[in-house]
């Protein structure tokens, strides 16, 4: 076993997995005031499967990757901008959210779109490990793995778009809103997305300079988000 797999033990990745759930659970439960909020509890089961299966196949298949989704360490100035208004709008989100869907029923979203919206929140956390699955180098922070050896990934979600994980991302915080039954917090959202697609020009000038292979990679995949679109 390698010195990452050995710092991520069972106890700690469970610790990590509890800790994600509470920091999610417990603002949406006091500002909702609503204990018994049955789509945040689906939500929080549905996370749970997903983060627990992913971090313990990480720690057995990919523990570098394990290590840099949980480090900061290589951002540019820039990205940890970006990275540190997308936390402050999640936490704009999940305020939202949990007043409109969990306390006040601003939105009437009927129950089959919020199961709609649970199916994309599945969707895209698979297309999310599906990512970390196909990309070794699928880093939280823009910076390329020169010493690790990084190559172009052209295979999986990325024979389909250039950048898979912020699909997923969006198409997970997208039905996630219509899930807990909030319209209001399709604004929230609908910001979050634009600060992904605000990093993806980042990202590109990135790999085209420092990655061999990407701009010929580009020629082939011509979309970045949504096939047929963009």
């Given at each position: 076993m390698s010195e990452t797999s050995k710092?991520?033990?069972?106890?700690?990745?469970?610790?990590l997995i509890i800790f994600t759930d509470v920091m999610q659970a417990l603002p949406l439960m006091l500002l909702s005031g609503n204990f018994l909020w049955i789509e945040m509890w689906i939500y929080i089961l549905i996370f749970t499967i997903f983060m627990t299966y992913t971090m313990?196949?990480?720690r057995k298949n990919n523990p570098q990757l394990l290590e840099s989704r949980t480090s900061m360490k290589g951002s540019s100035k820039t990205d940890k901008i970006i990275l540190?208004?997308?936390g402050v709008v999640c936490i704009v989100y999940f305020i939202v959210v949990s007043l409109d869907g969990g306390?006040?029923?601003?939105?009437?979203?009927?129950?089959l779109v919020k199961i709609l919206g649970f199916i994309g929140v599945a969707f895209g956390l698979i297309i999310m490990f599906l990512v970390m699955k196909e990309n070794a180098y699928a880093s939280k922070v823009l910076r390329i793995d020169k010493e690790g050896g990084q190559k172009v990934i052209t295979t999986g979600p990325y024979a389909v778009v250039r950048h898979p994980m912020y699909t997923g991302y969006i198409l997970m915080f997208s039905g996630l809103?219509?899930?807990l039954g909030s319209l209001f917090g399709l604004i929230p959202t609908t910001i979050i997305s634009i600060l992904m697609i605000i990093r993806i020009p980042l990202e590109e000038k990135l790999?085209?300079?420092g990655l061999e292979g990407y701009t010929e990679y580009t020629e082939k995949v011509k979309y970045r988000l949504i096939p047929k679109i963009w």
């Open positions: 710092k991520f033990s069972t106890p700690v990745l469970i610790a313990f196949w990480l540190s208004l997308l306390r006040f029923h601003w939105s009437l979203v009927p129950v809103t219509i899930a790999l085209h300079e």
